[in-house]
T-cell receptor
Framework: GQQLNQSPQSMFIQEGEDVSMNCTSS?????WLWYKQDPGEGPVLLIA?????ELTSNGRLTAQFGITRKDSFLNISASIPSDVGIYFC??????????FGTGTRLKVLA | DTEVTQTPKHLVMGMTNKKSLKCEQH?????MYWYKQKAKKPPELMFV???????INESVPSRFSPECPNSSLLNLHLHALQPEDSALYLC???????????FGPGTRLTVL
């Protein structure tokens, strides 16, 4: 079945550093979503992407819809301690159905 | 109101109990979802309701029974669960199909 691979699986970074993560698939998607999830809480929507090549920002976050429609990228600039959490990508796989990536765990060292 | 709310926050139940999880949204969304999430894993889709009708059942065991009483409410009735059903149960909603989904805070379920 369809699968979304996220990279890296986890990362430790220093406060103030920029962060990059990506999500890749063997299938084409028409919509990509990026979520952040804190422990014991529900995922919070960060950015939605609807068009190949689209670049969208939300504060310090920037996400891109890959031109091949098989990947997406999320960048966080000038990381702060509250950026800690798990970041999930999700691709629209069919009517109502989003497939979630495996997640990237981000830890920020103060 | 841009929130999806879920109650209870935590639930502990025995294998012979019957309990219900509740979800509510007042964003006028017409699609609502139940997901199950195990520790360190992504959410897995269980059920989708569209315009109060069940649209998708991802081969979920019958001990989980969803209900959508109206466009704002979604319930998940639980009966005779197994310890492996312990997980975070997430509700989500979207304006219509294929729109972005907004999640509630989840119910942490423990089955003893």
């Amino acid at each position: 079945g369809q699968q979304l691979n996220q990279s890296p699986q986890s990362m430790f970074i220093q406060e103030g550093e920029d962060v990059s993560m990506n999500c890749t698939s063997s299938s084409i998607f028409n919509t990509w979503l990026w979520y952040k999830q804190d422990p014991g809480e529900g995922p919070v929507l960060l950015i939605a992407l609807y068009k190949a090549g689209e670049l969208t920002s939300n504060g310090r976050l920037t996400a891109q819809f890959g031109i091949t429609r098989k990947d997406s990228f999320l960048n966080i600039s000038a990381s702060i301690p509250s950026d800690v959490g798990i970041y999930f990508c999700a691709g629209l796989a069919g009517t109502y159905k989003y497939i979630f990536g495996t997640g990237t765990r981000l830890k920020v060292l103060a | 109101d841009t929130e999806v709310t879920q109650t209870p926050k935590h639930l502990v139940m025995g294998m012979t109990n019957k309990k219900s999880l509740k979800c509510e949204q007042h964003m006028g969304h017409r699609a609502m979802y139940w997901y199950k999430q195990k520790a360190k894993k992504p959410p897995e889709l269980m059920f989708v309701y569209s315009y109060e009708k069940l649209s998708i059942n991802e081969s979920v065991p019958s001990r989980f029974s969803p209900e959508c009483p109206n466009s704002s409410l979604l319930n998940l009735h639980l009966h005779a669960l197994q310890p492996e059903d312990s997980a975070l149960y997430l509700c989500a909603s979207s304006r219509t199909r294929n729109n972005e989904q907004f999640f509630g805070p989840g119910t942490r379920l423990t089955v003893l």
